[in-house]
């Protein structure tokens, strides 16, 4: 029997640089709609919306989706989306973790992680990363370097790897917010305590890599656009628009 897939959004209204920014609207609906049609379009056998705010719950519902209400007190998305797994998606072998601020997320990167996951049984953990120009990242760009086995290595806020005076600076590549899991190692990411690495660099993937546990890395060239502020949004309505034509 084949493994059953679920893509699970975790959403919080409560934001310090955009409160709200679930049900902002974009092209006409409400944003988190938008990245529910992508997970929709997918070969995922199930999207759940993981949630704290019964404003967001109720939206996703009105729109036909599933939300599943969670504690308030998560300290992460993953914490999040692993309570949503346990109550509404128990036959789920593989979680997609699709972040709720991503409304431009190409299917093809969610189909492309379930295959990874299906046809490779030893892989624990996967994720995608997109080509980046050194000239215009920032800390806010998180970067990427995987081994000849397609596993990371590190995953840092600074430039990595750093291009030494003398030496051929290679591709740099950027990491997106989208993760699968194997659902036991879902289970087990969320008992593991925050490790040093992940509390220096702010970046939660890194408490897998320091409890050995393997993330293997897609390399694909796609678009997209985070919605982190209001501009963001403002550029996501701009190429919406765009793609629309």
Sequence with gaps: MAAKSAVVIPAR??????????????????????????AAASKA???????????I??????????????????????????????????????????????PLIPTSA????????????ACEMATIAVPGNRDTMTENNVKVVFGCDGKALYFSRSMIPFARKGGVPDQVYLHWGI????????????????GRLEKSEMLE???????????????RNLESIGVDTPDDLAKA??????MNK
């Design 13 to 38: 209204y409560a934001s310090s640089r955009f409160p709200g920014k679930p049900l902002a609207m974009l092209a006409g609906k409400p944003m988190i709609c938008h990245v529910c049609e992508k």
């Design 45 to 55: 056998d199930y999207v759940l919306v993981a949630t704290d705010d019964q404003r």
């Design 57 to 102: 719950a109720d939206v996703v519902t009105q729109y036909g989706y599933t939300a599943v209400m969670t504690a308030s007190d998560h300290p992460s998305g993953t914490d999040r989306i692993a309570e949503a797994v346990k109550k509404a998606a128990s036959d789920v072998d593989i979680v997609i973790n699709v972040q709720g601020d991503e």
């Design 110 to 121: 969610i189909d492309d992680l379930i295959d990874l996951m299906e046809g490779n049984a």
């Design 179 to 194: 993760y699968a899991y194997r659902r036991e190692t879902l289970e087990k990411f969320v008992t593991l305590p925050a």
């Design 205 to 219: 993937q890194l408490r897998a890599l320091e409890n050995g546990i393997s993330i293997y890395v897609l390399t």
């Design 237 to 242: 309505e701009a190429r919406l628009a765009e």
